[in-house]
């Protein structure tokens, strides 16, 4: 059984910097896709940004390019999201997600993926 545990969020100044790691046990990263995710009191669960089985990546939310970047370490087995740049509205909880893949595909749709983590709160005030 797959587990994944987020660990790196907490209270940011608007500006400042977070990197959310999420840590992958019982499977190697090469054989799955893993989503983050975001979600904010109310509001649908957001796509944020993927990596592929292969290391390749895609950015989903347009809000968040040129200011959040996936990356993995497959020695640690962890997928870290690194967050610049903060604004308010990127306070939400956020997840990681995996699915097992033989083909290297990403996924948006929440549904498609196949395991979750617990969340991490993430909150940028001043």
């Known amino acids: 059984q797959l587990q994944l545990v987020e660990s790196g969020g907490g209270l940011v100044q608007p500006g400042g910097s977070l990197r959310l790691s999420c840590t992958v046990s019982?499977?190697?990263?090469?054989?799955?896709?893993i989503g983050w995710f975001r979600q904010a009191p109310g509001t649908e669960r957001e796509a944020v940004s993927c990596?592929?089985?292969?290391?390749?990546?895609?950015n989903y939310a347009d809000s968040v390019k040129g200011r959040f970047t996936i990356s993995r370490d497959n020695a640690k087995n962890t997928v870290y999201l690194q967050m610049n740049s903060l604004k308010p509205e990127d306070t939400a909880v956020y997840y990681c997600?995996?699915?097992?893949?033989?083909?290297?595909?990403?996924?948006?749709?929440?549904?498609?993926?196949?395991?979750w983590g617990q969340g991490t709160q993430v909150t940028v005030s001043s």
């Open positions: 019982g499977g190697t990263l090469t054989s799955y896709a």
């Open positions: 990596m592929r089985s292969t290391g390749t990546s895609t």
């Open positions: 997600a995996a699915r097992p893949v033989q083909i290297n595909v990403c996924q948006s749709r929440p549904s498609w993926y196949a395991y």
